[in-house]
């Protein structure tokens, strides 16, 4: 899927976050502080960013997901076997979607109400279906 076809499904949520937003929104300060962390291939778009603070934010691009909290954890999308999320993500104030991946589980910080769209994002560069956790976090 084409990075300006998950930009436009983003704008069009109209949502009101405070920490998640585009990569191109993003103010240049903060994504230098990203860009010294990671390293972009050059084949590789940004997409969606939360960023809290200089230690904890996560970016997912088109074929990535950066998650630094302290420290980086990064995750292929093609290695990514399972994604999963609470029945009780629509009340919870925190929220968090369990990545699987290399017998490994990231669970995924997201802003309140930020889940709708990043499970339609996360849908489409996967192609995996979300799980529902009956369990909460």
Do not use: G
């Not at 292929?76 to 993500?89: A, H, P």
């Not at 990545?99 to 849908?123: A, F, N, R, T, V």
């Amino acid at each position: 899927m084409k990075a300006s076809i998950i930009e436009a499904k983003f704008r069009r949520n109209k949502l009101e976050l405070k920490h998640t937003q585009l990569w191109k929104t993003l103010d240049i300060f903060k994504q230098n502080i990203v860009l010294e962390n990671i390293n972009l291939s050059t084949d590789e778009s940004p997409l969606i960013i939360s960023f809290i603070n200089n230690i904890e934010w996560w970016l997912i691009t088109d074929k990535t997901i950066y998650n630094f909290n302290s420290s980086l954890s990064i995750i292929l999308l093609s290695d990514i076997s399972k994604i999963e999320i609470s029945k009780d993500i629509k009340i919870l104030n925190e929220n968090y979607l369990n990545i699987y991946y290399d017998k490994k589980i990231l669970p995924l910080k997201l802003e309140q109400k930020s889940w709708i769209i990043i499970i339609e994002i996360l849908k489409h560069l996967t192609h995996l279906n979300i799980s529902v956790n009956s369990n909460s976090n």
